[in-house]
């Protein structure tokens, strides 16, 4: 079993589809959200949340902007496919141009 980090991008930052929905919108997304995490269950390690704007380090410098990715979650599954199972119906894909990105968690050398 391996963990996986879910990165849920999109071109309009979380702050402004936050800021752009009724709280009719937001109830009936919420709603779907708690759906998807309990059908899934025990696969669902950490729900997550929104993310913010991103700070871009290299050495010597730093650079404050917008990222694409808008929030996570962290899941558990048998393999990078059935991970991809787990999120075929995720609500996400509802958001406009929304985009998921699934990556897993390596272990570290020596630990």
Same mark, same amino acid.
Not at 12 to 40: D, F, R
Not at 53 to 78: N, R, V
Not at 80 to 85: C, F, Q, R, S
């Given at each position: 079993?391996?963990?996986?980090? &879910? ?6 930052? #979380?702050?402004?589809?936050? #800021?752009? &929905?009724?709280?009719?919108? /937001?109830?009936? =997304?919420? /709603?779907?959200?708690? %759906?998807?995490?309990?059908?899934? $269950?025990?696969?669902? &390690?950490? *729900? =997550? @949340?929104?993310? =913010?704007? +991103?700070?871009? *380090? #290299?050495? $010597?410098?730093?650079? %404050?902007? %917008? $990222? ?13 496919? +059935? /991970? /991809?199972? @787990? ?8 958001? !406009?141009? =929304?985009?998921?990105? @699934? &990556?897993?968690? *390596?272990?570290? !050398?020596?630990?």
């Amino acid at each position: 079993m391996g963990r996986y980090l &879910v990165l849920y991008n999109s071109p309009t930052s #979380a702050a402004e589809m936050m #800021a752009s &929905v009724t709280p009719e919108q /937001a109830e009936a =997304g919420m /709603a779907e959200w708690t %759906a998807w995490a309990e059908k899934n $269950g025990t696969a669902i &390690v950490d *729900l =997550g @949340v929104p993310l =913010g704007d +991103a700070l871009h *380090l #290299a050495p $010597g410098s730093t650079a %404050a902007g %917008a $990222g694409t990715a808008t929030g996570y979650s962290i899941i558990e599954a048998d393999s990078l496919d +059935a /991970a /991809a199972k @787990v999120l075929e119906d995720h609500p996400h894909f509802h958001t !406009p141009d =929304g985009t998921i990105d @699934v &990556v897993e968690f *390596l272990p570290m !050398p020596g630990m």
